[in-house]
């Protein structure tokens, strides 16, 4: 249909192929819990992986089996993705992910490379960015801005505030 809205990126690619990527970097995103790829793609993994912590937060046999047939090793990840992550993600209602920029990894294309990662994860890059400012303005003495103090809001929404002063005197020595 001419002019009609896509409801997804086609990405170069058949059906069939597009299917497998985007399950492949679903994997790698489950088992490593941050990936780094093109922005496309990391966008529509990012539709994918927050239907697959959906499938994990209702916890029963025909949401096991959907996340079965989407992982590539199920065996592996399966408990992980009905326990940890499920557990992570309990209380939280959506927004399991997170997209960021970042500088183009090839320099001869210059495409839009991303960091796909879960929120409140062990890698949570907005975490970290707002520990090392938070240690950075107590060195210089400064008072923070209210950009930082709406990330430290947001980061301790759903972490102890412990964790995120931990991470501030890590940075500090």
Do not use: W
């Not at 009609?4 to 970097?25: C, M, N, P, T």
């Not at 199920?74 to 992910?97: A, I």
């Not at 520990?131 to 709406?150: C, H, I």
């Amino acid at each position: 249909m001419a002019g009609g809205l896509v409801k997804y990126r086609h990405l170069s690619r058949k059906s069939s192929a597009r299917q497998a990527l985007l399950r492949g970097l679903v994997t790698q995103l489950v088992q490593y819990e941050h990936i780094q790829t093109t922005y496309a793609k990391a966008k529509e993994t990012q539709r994918l992986a927050d239907k697959l912590i959906t499938l994990a937060k209702r916890n029963n046999e025909p949401c096991r089996r959907s996340a079965q047939g989407i992982l590539y090793t199920p065996n592996l990840l399966l408990p992980k993705l009905f326990g940890e992550l499920r557990n992570r993600y309990l209380t939280r209602e959506g927004g399991y992910t997170r997209v960021v920029r970042t500088e183009p990894k090839n320099t001869y294309d210059q495409g839009e490379s991303a960091i796909l990662e879960f929120v409140d994860g062990k890698k949570d890059s907005r975490f970290m960015m707002t520990a090392k400012t938070l240690a950075r303005d107590r060195l210089l003495g400064r008072p923070s801005t209210p950009v930082t103090l709406q990330n430290v809001k947001k980061v301790t929404k759903f972490r102890d505030e412990k964790e995120l002063e931990d991470m501030v005197q890590r940075f500090m020595i």
